[in-house]
């Protein structure tokens, strides 16, 4: 049983990037907040981090690392503190970037992660950086990756300060919904005897996958998208 768990995790990363295009803004998107009011912004807010494979590979990077439940709601909510900064700073005052290159930062944080968690720093014989600063600054990272994706809807006019807490609050909740199952499957892993094996295996892939994924970004980034 423990060791189906492992598959199970495994599958899941495996096709986390293509469930994730979802991630991207839609016209059904664009529809729903023109229809629905505040409730749609929190709806869409979910669903996109529901749907953020990058978001989510950098996150289950976070926890794999840590031991114990104080930790990893410590590096959690400083990843959050971080994200909502930008999110909702970045939209309010208008700043933005091209998208594609914003995720293709986002993507690097997903190598970064994995690099970190196999002890590429140490094997290099550098000191790896503070572990919480560094979440934070990915944080704000991601967070102005979601404030761009934000800032490409059409927001309509009025109500503009609470439309973009809306979505705030909806991305925390999708967030909360999507590490409960990571953290679950992730601590009834660590019973298997075969878990270091599995630990550098999902760590390799999430390098693997962030650097595919920067490789992607980037290509549409200069391909005019």
Not at 36 to 51: N, R
Not at 66 to 73: A, M, Q, S
Request: hydrophobic share 50%; with cysteine; glycine share 10%.
């Amino acid at each position: 049983m423990k060791l189906n768990f492992k598959k199970v995790f495994f599958l899941f990363l495996l096709f986390l990037p293509f469930i994730g295009f979802a991630h991207d803004v839609t016209s059904a998107d664009q529809e729903t907040l023109r229809n629905g009011g505040l409730w749609a912004y929190i709806q869409v807010g979910a669903t996109h981090m529901l749907t953020g494979y990058d978001h989510l590979l950098f996150l289950a990077g976070v926890v794999f690392y840590l031991n114990g439940l104080k930790d990893i709601l410590k590096f959690i909510t400083a990843f959050t503190v971080g994200h909502c900064i930008t999110l909702i700073g970045a939209t309010y005052l208008g700043i933005t970037a091209d998208e594609h290159l914003v995720d293709a930062i986002i993507a690097l944080s997903i190598l970064y992660k994995g690099f970190e968690n196999l002890g590429g720093f140490e094997k290099f014989n550098v000191k790896s950086p503070n572990l919480l600063l560094m979440v934070v600054i990915f944080g704000l990272i991601h967070g102005f990756g979601l404030s761009t994706k934000l800032q490409s809807f059409d927001m309509g006019q009025g109500e503009f300060l609470p439309k973009i807490l809306c979505f705030n609050l909806g991305v925390e909740l999708g967030q909360v919904l999507a590490l409960i199952p990571i953290v679950i499957i992730i601590t009834l892993s660590r019973k298997n005897k075969d878990f270091l094996a599995f630990y550098k295996a999902v760590n390799w892939y999430l390098i693997i996958a962030g650097f595919c994924l920067f490789l992607y970004q980037m290509s549409r980034f200069y391909s005019g998208h």
